[in-house]
């Protein structure tokens, strides 16, 4: 079998008018990024078409580090439905460069189900990540300029200050630094760090924001700290929201791709679920749903992250209406949370496997949560035996949950076809009625024991004394309607990352909350989370090369 880039680089790919004529998209809407990617404008979206089409998201079982697929299974479903005569479209969140080049990999699926030109959207794309970056660190550079300018200085405590500078990289010498260093000249010192760019609020603010106004907006309440008297400062009071949002013109555009079966795709916006909302943008999926009978999307890591937050934070402020969800399991993760070892995934384990149905089962009772019944989907690898998979559809079929075996991988759109068909009724199930799980009227308290009792699985949670002085302080802010986006382990349905299958008898630990204005939502972390990854002692980027044609190898 070749390897995804071998098969994307041998993709027979159509000129991007093409792609938008199935969606009757006229080509003069188009804003072109060579012959196979076109922004889309904004006035695309038509509420009254979105009220008619069909939102299913796709979500997971707790990951293996390779993650499980969810990305592969979206597309491999979109090309099936459309396969089967439905006008679909795939709506996704962008590669981050962190991933690519650290242990990951990219995020344009596998095998022959994947969105193409494969090496353009994991690298750069139409600079959509680039934007962002500037666009937060244009407010780092300003807070510190207003530090340094006395003449018109805010008072700002730089003690203060969180917000730090942002680079789409895994760079763990930049978590914390101090800058200011030099003389009077140079700045104001103080210890300040980098995150990653896909943890920037600002990328949560692109994903939330429904036009360029509500951008402005969202960017001009983005909390920056406390004058030395305790009032607080926004990034508005140092007049930032013009100059970031003349930086995200273009990345506020939605982007128009193709699967390899050239059906349509549109990718946008790029937060990680594990310390941000971990969908894409609003926008991208109302475009979608505007132009297409259905709509294929995925939130990040599993379902007590990217799931929950896609139905809490982005379907309660968008107004969206899920029909369906489809959880992707691989046999080699469900043995992975039996007990069975990294290196041993490949053999047949039926202990391990019966073991590791806890952790399915979890997420299977975290979407009927949401008043939607799951229908789990197997993403099948070559290394799985029917005896595997005879036990895991056995055992969805003795708890009343429907099944599919997807091979997208291996076939595209033909070997998700079972997996459509199920998706199709799945839509049309009466049962099927999407409801949040907390109401915004709780006390953050409330709500942040809600998520960690229902999707966790946590007996309760506890406050370091950081943390509850943090909640009392966005409490006197006075801000309304902030939901709760929880910081967590992607590792394990519990807070520590080396607790795998099912946890028992856990508190959820909250040890610091830091407050996302501007996006709609405080962010209580939970364990050891970080928002600035490493890389790993052998990254992926010492296998990326490029000849002397211009061929990339090396990318997965």
Excluded at 146 to 163: A, F, Y
Excluded at 299 to 322: H, N, Q, T, V, Y
Excluded at 407 to 430: H, M, Q, T
Excluded at 480 to 500: F, G, N, Y
Aim: charge should be neutral; proline fraction near 4%; include cysteine.
């Amino acid at each position: 079998m070749k390897s995804d880039i071998e098969i994307a680089q041998a993709a027979n790919m159509q000129h991007i008018s093409d792609i938008a004529s199935k969606l009757d998209i006229p080509e003069d809407k188009l804003e072109f990024y060579g012959k196979y990617k076109a922004k889309l404008p904004l006035d695309l979206i038509d509420e009254e078409k979105i009220a008619k089409c069909k939102l299913v998201l796709v979500t997971a079982i707790t990951p293996t580090p390779a993650g499980e697929g969810k990305t592969t299974t979206s597309i491999g479903l979109t090309q099936a439905m459309n396969k089967l005569g439905k006008k679909t479209t795939v709506v996704l969140r962008e590669p981050s460069l962190g991933p690519v080049f650290g242990i990951k990999g990219g995020a344009a699926g596998g095998g022959n189900a994947q969105v193409v030109p494969m090496e353009d959207i994991n690298l750069h794309f139409t600079g959509d990540m680039s934007a962002v970056e500037k666009a937060h660190n244009l407010l780092a550079a300003l807070i510190d300029n207003n530090l340094q300018q006395h003449s018109v200085s805010l008072g700002i405590d730089p003690r203060t200050i969180e917000w730090k500078r942002v680079m789409d990289m895994n760079e763990r010498a930049l978590r914390k630094i101090v800058i200011g260093m030099g003389g009077p000249k140079e700045g104001v010192p103080r210890e300040t760090g980098f995150n990653i760019t896909a943890a920037s609020e600002v990328m949560a603010i692109l994903c939330m924001a429904t036009n360029m106004k509500d951008l402005k907006r969202r960017l001009g309440n983005i909390f920056v700290g406390y004058t030395y008297e305790g009032k607080p400062i926004f990034a508005r009071d140092l007049n930032a929201e013009g100059s970031m949002a003349v930086l995200l013109k273009d990345a506020i555009k939605p982007n128009l791709v193709q699967t390899l079966e050239n059906t349509p795709a549109i990718i946008h916006g790029g937060p990680f679920a594990n310390i941000a909302q971990g969908t894409n943008t609003i926008l991208a999926t109302k475009i979608g749903m505007s132009l297409s009978d259905y709509v294929i999307t995925e939130a990040g890591f599993a379902s007590d992250l990217g799931a929950e937050k896609f139905f809490d934070i982005k379907s309660r402020f968008a107004g969206l209406k899920p029909s369906s969800v489809v959880i992707v399991a691989t046999i080699r993760a469900l043995k992975y949370h039996g007990g069975a070892k990294l290196a041993d995934l490949k053999n047949e384990d039926i202990t391990a496997l019966e073991k590791g149905m806890e952790n399915l089962d979890a997420h299977i009772e975290n979407m009927k949560h949401f008043g939607l019944k799951p229908i789990v989907g197997i993403n099948k690898f070559s290394s799985d035996t029917a005896a595997e998979v005879d036990m895991i559809e056995k055992h969805c079929a003795s708890a009343g949950v429907t099944v599919a075996l997807n091979d997208s991988w291996e076939f595209g759109g033909d070997g998700a076809i079972e997996l459509a068909k199920k998706v199709l009724e799945g839509v049309e199930d009466p049962e099927n009625q999407f409801k949040v799980l907390y109401d915004l009227n709780s006390s953050y308290e409330e709500m942040i024991e809600i998520i960690s009792k229902k999707m966790y699985g946590a007996d309760g949670v506890e406050y370091t004394a950081k943390a509850k002085k943090q909640l009392d302080q966005i409490r006197e802010l006075g801000l309304k309607d902030l939901s709760v986006c929880i910081a967590k382990t992607q590792k394990s349905l519990s807070d520590v990352a080396r607790l795998k299958g099912r946890p028992k008898g856990f508190k959820i630990a909250i040890r610091e909350v830091e407050l996302s204005a501007g996006a709609g939502f405080i962010v209580p972390i939970a364990g050891a989370i970080m928002r600035m990854p490493g890389l790993p002692s052998k990254p992926a980027a010492e296998k990326i090369d490029i000849d002397d044609d211009g061929n990339i190898t090396g990318l997965f």
